[in-house]
């Protein structure tokens, strides 16, 4: 079972088939011209580190697929992907691993 950290609490979450659990990074405050932006006005998050990974899609020949992201990869995912959850005060997506549109190389 993966164990997603929460501030200084373990919240304790295992994503089901081909799911992922994000946690997305801040949305920008300020725009590249210095223009501070006000919360109305900011763009949702399409970018967030995999804090807990199911155990892959179960194929027909009952099988589990190989997920092709690990835990504390970031992502970048479609904008109206997912689910939004909320741990205590801290904001989460719940992903199908399909919905990812890339990996961030380090």
Not at 11 to 31: G, H, N, S, Y
Not at 54 to 73: A, C, F, Q, T
């Amino acid at each position: 079972m993966a164990t997603a950290t929460a501030s200084k609490k373990k919240i304790k979450f295992r994503p089901m088939d081909d799911r992922v659990l994000v946690q997305p990074c801040e949305a920008e405050e300020t725009t590249v011209g210095g223009i501070i932006l006000p919360d109305t006005a900011r763009e949702k998050p399409q970018r967030g580190i995999i804090v807990a990974s199911g155990p892959g899609k179960l194929l027909d020949s009952g099988n589990r697929g190989e997920m092709s992201v690990r835990i504390g990869d970031e992502v970048f995912y479609g904008k109206y992907a997912g689910t939004e959850i909320d741990f205590d005060t801290d904001k989460y997506v719940v992903l199908r691993e399909n919905d990812i549109l890339a990996i961030v190389d380090k």
